[in-house]
Structure formats: C-alpha cells, structure tokens
C-alpha cells in the first residue's frame, strides 16, 4: 500500500463526517474491516478522491470524496454512507497516525450522541402522549399517543385481554369520529388494531408463565379475534375510497411497522402472517405500495443472511411474497415460489381455501389441495379433518371428483372415514364393498345405518364382507368367535333367502363345512344352526 499524503485538515474533516453520518455499530464494523487488513489497494486519483478496494465475500471498490463526502460511493449499494467507508476512513487515518488512539474516541462521542437522540425521543414520545391524535398527524404519532394513553395497563385476574382490546376501541376510535376524510379513518383504525394487537402480543409473553396463563391464552384468543374481526371490516368497508397519493406516505409507514410485526416469524398469539396478507389483500388497488412492498421483500430474500434466520422466519418471508402472485392470479407462480419452504403448514393458506370456497372458485380450490396434498399424509389430525372437508366441499361442486377420490385412495388408511362417508353419500355402494375388503372391516365393526343403506340398495353387494368376516372369525379357532360367525351366518342366510339363491347358500355352506371339517367346535356350533346340513 503506497503512502498517500493528504492534508491534517482533509482528514480531520473526513473524521467529521464518521461522526455525523454512522452509528458506533457501523464504526465498529468498519475498524474490524480495517484491523483484519480487508482494506486494500489505497489510491489517490486525484486531490480529493481516494479509491479503495475492500475485501468482504467479494472485492467492493469504495471511493471516498475529502472535499464532499456525501459524494463518497460504495459497490455495496447500501443507501447510507456504509461500513465501508468507515473501514477506508481508518485506512487513510492510518497513513498520518495510529487510528486505534481514535477508536474510544469514537465510541464515547457516538454512544453520548445516541443517548442524547434517545433521550429527546423518549420527549417527543412525552409530548405526544400528551397531544390528542389529528388527522393529518403521521402513523408515528399515533402509535406514541396509544402507548403513552395505555401506559401502566396490566393484565391480571382482574383485567382480562378482552378487557384491554374493548377498551383500546372503546377510547381510541371515537378519537377520529369527527374527521371528515374516511381514508384517514381507515388508516387511523388499522394503527389501533397493530397497536392493539401489539400490545396483546407482549401481555401474553408477560403472562403465559403465570399460574392464570390457561384462563389468559383463552381470553388472548377472543381478543385476537375481536381485533382482526373489527381490522377487516374496517379494510372491507366500500364506502372507503381509494389510497390518495398525499396519504401514500404515511399508508407506507403503517405497512412498513406491519411488516415489522409479520415477518418476525411469530403465531402465537396474533398470527400476524394472516393479518398482513388480510391487509394487503384489500389493497390490490395501490399498485404502487404494492410494487415497492415487492420490491422491498425481493430485496431481503436475495441479500439475507439465511443463517441468522429461523426456518419459520424464512418460510414467512417466502408466503408473504408469494402472497402478491396469489392477488396478481399467478398461482402457477406462487406454487413454485412456495417451493422454497423448510415446512409447509397447511393452516398457512386456510385463507386462500375459505376465499375460493367462499367466492364459488372450486377449480382455484382443487389446486390449492392438490398442492397441499403432499403434506397431509403427516399434518395434525385436526388439520386433516379440516382439508378433507375442503377436498369434499370442492368434489361437491365440479364436474368430476376423480380427484378427490383418487386423493382418499391415496391418504388411506387415514382418509378411511372420510372415503367410506363419501362413498355413500355418492351411492358407490360397490366401491364401499370393495373399501371394507380392502382394510378387512367386519361387518360387526360397521354402524347399522351403512349396512342397512347398502342392504336397501342392493343386499347382494354384502355377500363377499360376511363371507370374508365369518372365514376370519372361524380361523381364530376360538368357542367365542365360532359363536359370532354363527350369528353372521344367520344374516348372512337372510340375504340369500332375499336374493332367491338358496342353492347358493347351500353350496356355500357345504363348502364351510368341508373346509373346517377338523375343526370341532365349529362343527358343534355350525350344527346348531336353523339350517338341515
């Protein structure tokens, strides 16, 4: 590295502008940047240009300007003078000095900077507190009026979380009631519901070690759901214009706290996932909030650390971008974004399949299912139960249920009672034979109603399960169980007295009777039967 020389003062002023535009963190980055010898290739283009290349994955070419600084750029695209930069500033400080002299230098000034701001924020935060809500006010002052209005409130046997979500509403929303602009209403009632839910988040991770925390995860849930109920309908409300473009900034500031909260990865007990995509889902409209949330989640899947992520927290980040193919009917698109998952959760898309369900699409909610369908051979049962009646609503509707039925065939054994059900209620009758046989069901086993509809339908189709049943009964070779078989053969030969066939019966049952011949007792049994062998 050639020894540049550059001026005390160009220095001292390069000095200044660390202080003014990076935090201790980035200061800190920037020396172990400088320290580990990452800095590389110093160059003096001209007078007030200093080129560098900084070695992090890959080489970044950095110039900083020593005349004006907010001309200084970085390969790394980072927005703000960058850690980067701080690493060459170190580097050209090193040519006239020791920059480790400055280093505590450094920290003291920028820690007493960060105090300060703290400390006239947490003012602002007092004062705002103090000031009754405008309508023209930004979201952030809002939110710093809600906290400082409900600061001290406690969850407890006494004051329940339907309790606090009753009263958010109950002071908050009449705050806006005189406002004449419904779209800052909207706006202002979406802020209570984060702030609300918010807040009921942190009660419920203050409270779920405490001997209550039963009595609290119920009461948790009513509020939840009170929230998001009051959030949706508010969202939904037609009279509710369209987002204007002076509004546009602070709608970005809503969503950019709501992204906050969503993609942090947490279910319990607000599923924040849900209620971002309910939000956004109602503004299809705003193409440009839309393109830049896009264009913001594309940005962090591409440059994120994915080891510093939960598997959860990455597979969120996937669903909610995924989320705007499914609002832009690119469902092709979303499937194979979705792809990407460490875990697919079914109750993650419950919303798209109660919409499909809910608008009529049957076809859009068959490839919702169909794509679920890898995962339901391992999902909760109360999840299976929940897709299967889906799967059902759907078959209902379309055309053809070969997929559906094909689906139960392939889910079985667990799909079992829900295939035998549907078999009957689409009058398969043989298939529902055909099922029982397949999973060796004794008639025994089956309620009265199904053998009775089978049997009113067509008693012959009954013949191979008692026959399949009475031959595992005898093999058990037990007086017990010759003794069951005995009553099936009775219904057994009132089917065939139905059906006229009573040659059949008798062939059949000289066939039973020369099949187990050394089997005594069932012969003493068989012999006590109403029929002449």
Request: net charge positive; with cysteine.
């Amino acid at each position: 590295m050639l020894k540049l020389h550059i001026p005390k003062n160009r220095i001292e002023y390069l000095l200044k502008q660390l202080k003014h535009y990076h935090e201790w963190d980035d200061v800190e980055q920037g020396w172990t940047l400088f320290h580990k010898g990452k800095v590389l290739s110093l160059d003096l283009l001209d007078e007030n240009l200093v080129s560098a290349s900084v070695r992090e994955k890959k080489p970044l070419n950095v110039r900083v300007h020593l005349d004006e600084f907010t001309r200084s750029k970085c390969a790394c695209t980072d927005p703000k003078p960058c850690v980067h930069m701080a690493a060459v500033i170190f580097a050209i400080y090193a040519t006239q000095g020791r920059p480790e002299m400055i280093l505590q230098e450094l920290k003291k000034y920028l820690a007493k900077k960060s105090a300060q701001r703290a400390a006239k924020l947490r003012l602002d935060e007092k004062k705002d507190a103090n000031i009754l809500p405008e309508m023209d006010d930004c979201p952030t002052k809002w939110q710093r009026y809600f906290e400082g209005r409900f600061n001290g409130f406690v969850i407890s046997h006494q004051y329940t979380f339907e309790m606090f979500a009753s009263a958010v509403w109950d002071l908050l929303l009449p705050l806006a009631s005189s406002w004449n602009k419904p779209e800052r209403k909207r706006l202002f009632c979406v802020n209570i519901a984060l702030f609300a839910l918010r807040r009921i988040e942190n009660f419920y991770e203050a409270t779920k070690s405490a001997y209550l925390s039963s009595y609290h995860e119920t009461s948790s849930t009513a509020a939840v759901t009170t929230c998001e109920q009051r959030l949706l309908d508010m969202m939904q409300a037609e009279e509710m214009g369209t987002i204007q473009r002076k509004d546009a900034s602070a709608w970005q500031e809503t969503l950019l706290l709501l992204s906050e909260y969503a993609l942090s990865g947490r279910t319990i007990p607000v599923d924040w996932l849900q209620i971002y995509r309910l939000i956004w889902w109602n503004l299809t409209s705003e193409t440009t909030l839309i393109e830049n949330e896009k264009k913001r989640l594309d940005a962090f899947l591409t440059s994120l650390d994915k080891k510093k992520l939960t598997e959860r927290q990455h597979d969120v980040l996937i669903i909610a971008r995924a989320h705007f193919d499914v609002m832009e009917h690119q469902i092709k698109v979303a499937f194979d974004r979705l792809e990407q998952l460490h875990t697919c959760t079914p109750s993650d898309y419950y919303m798209y399949l109660k919409h499909n369900r809910e608008q009529g699409n049957w076809t859009a909610l068959q490839e919702w299912l169909q794509w679920l369908l890898p995962v339901m051979h391992t999902v909760a049962q109360e999840d299976f139960r929940a897709l299967c009646q889906f799967w059902s609503d759907a078959a209902k509707q379309l055309q053809s249920d070969h997929e559906w039925v094909q689906a139960m065939e392939t889910l079985l054994p667990r799909s079992y009672y829900y295939y035998t059900a549907y078999l009957l209620q689409t009058k398969r009758y043989r298939k529902w034979v055909d099922l029982q046989l397949a999973t060796r069901v004794s008639p025994l086993n089956l309620y009265n109603v199904e053998l009775r509809t089978v049997e009113e339908a067509d008693c012959k189709l009954l013949l191979p399960l008692y026959h399949q049943a009475i031959e595992r009964l005898i093999l058990e070779k037990n007086r017990s169980s010759y003794k069951t078989a005995l009553a099936m053969l009775k219904k057994l030969n009132e089917y065939y007295a139905k059906l006229g066939k009573l040659g059949a019966w008798h062939f059949y049952l000289e066939g039973l009777q020369n099949k187990f011949a050394r089997l005594r007792a069932f012969q003493d049994e068989l012999m006590k039967g109403p029929w002449k062998l």
